[in-house]
């Protein structure tokens, strides 16, 4: 491997002992992300980048578009939210059978 980092994440997925396939399927999508970048790592969207996503977005997606972005929802999440999941006085969401079947609270950004 060429890249200094595709080699960490290689030799960490070898220590957890992931499957060769599974490693193979992950770097190659890791190397097309960073292909579809101009071989530049993306670390964080600037404000403007932000606002211009948020511009993009119609009215029905908005909310669940700032959600997920806001408080880090996962899209299943996010999608099986209730209005009685969101408490405002506590700027807390519950989220029921998350991801392995757990409970967890999410804050909302502000």
């Known amino acids: 491997m060429s890249s200094t980092f ?16 599974t490693i193979e399927s992950y ?7 960073i292909r ?3 071989y530049k790592h993306p670390i964080m969207l600037t404000p403007s980048e ?8 119609s009215g029905a997606h908005k909310l669940p ?3 997920l972005y806001g408080s880090g929802l996962r899209l ?4 099986r939210l209730r209005c009685q999941d969101i408490d405002f006085d506590y700027k807390a969401v519950r989220v029921w059978n998350s991801k392995g079947g757990r409970h ?4 909302l950004a502000d």
Not at 7 to 16: A, H, N, V, W
Not at 27 to 33: A, E, M, P, R
Not at 104 to 107: A, H, P, S
Request: overall charge positive; charged content about 20%; aromatic content about 18%.
């Open 6 to 21: 595709l080699t960490q994440i290689s030799d960490f997925m070898y220590r957890k002992r992931y499957a060769k396939s």
């Open 27 to 33: 770097l190659f999508v890791i190397k097309g992300f």
């Open 36 to 38: 579809f970048h101009n």
């Open 50 to 57: 932000v606002a211009d996503f948020f511009a993009l977005a």
């Open 65 to 67: 578009i700032a959600l």
């Open 76 to 79: 299943m999440e996010c999608l």
């Open 104 to 107: 967890r609270i999410i804050t």
